[in-house]
């Protein structure tokens, strides 16, 4: 079993749409959660960083972490074509790497 | 936000070359870089790990003597493809992080080896 498990996709959706993207992880002693958007042939960009269990909204996204049930959520609301990228959460425990989930690939169509 | 300048973007060298790929934060002290590779449509695979004046930790798997890794400053680390073979062509990313906060990504490097 990996560590941080995440559903490949592709997820594709119209233009609008709320997206829910999730992970899940098996390791406890996360305790930092972050969520990264990766566009083709660039690095990934940090989109949400929060530490231990609840919600954090920026603009149109939303995190979510539920340690009890070791549940990561990334939500977008009035997708645009621009949020097209390929999504990636990354759990860490204390000082320690990253650990990356596949990536969903997302497509919002116009 | 902060920011994380990897250069060059894209290199294509013949097979036998060593081939240098810096990063830099460029507004922030990075106590810990971290050098990935990608393949397509797949995540990023930790090459090695480096705090700044100390040797890097590398993956298993990863040859230490084939990719060089130096960080000499709190600005700046350097990736060295050694005698370059065309299984080596990749996406090579860097990241920085201060302290506990979150990583940082530079944008990559395409190397293709002839």
């Known amino acids: 079993q990996k560590e941080v498990e995440q559903d490949p996709g592709p997820l594709s959706v119209p233009e609008g749409a709320i997206v829910s993207l999730n992970c899940t992880y098996s390791n406890s002693a996360f305790q930092y959660f972050m969520w990264y958007r990766q566009y083709s042939r660039k690095g990934p960009e940090l989109l949400m960083y929060?530490?231990?269990?609840g919600n954090k909204e920026d603009g149109r996204f939303t995190a979510q972490v539920d340690k009890s049930s070791k549940y990561i959520s990334l939500f977008i609301r009035d997708s645009q074509p621009s949020d097209s990228a390929t999504y990636l959460c990354a759990p860490r425990e204390g000082a320690q790497k990253l650990v990356f989930g596949q990536g969903t690939r997302l497509t919002i169509n116009p | 936000g902060a920011v994380v300048s990897q250069h060059p973007s894209w290199v294509i060298c013949k097979s036998g070359t060593s081939v240098k790929i810096e990063c830099r934060s460029l507004?922030?002290?990075?106590?810990?870089m971290f050098w990935y590779r990608q393949f397509p449509k797949q995540s990023l695979m930790l090459m090695a790990t480096s705090n700044e004046g100390s040797k890097a930790t590398y993956e298993q798997g990863v040859e230490k003597d084939k990719f060089l890794i130096n960080h000499a400053s709190l600005t700046l680390s350097t990736l060295t493809v050694t005698s370059a073979h065309p299984e080596d062509s990749s996406f090579y990313i860097c990241?920085?992080?201060?302290?506990?906060?979150?990583?940082?990504f530079g944008d990559g490097t395409r190397l293709s080896i002839l």
């Open positions: 990241s920085a992080r201060a302290g506990d906060q979150p990583q940082h």
């Open positions: 929060t530490y231990s269990s």
């Open positions: 507004d922030f002290q990075a106590t810990t």
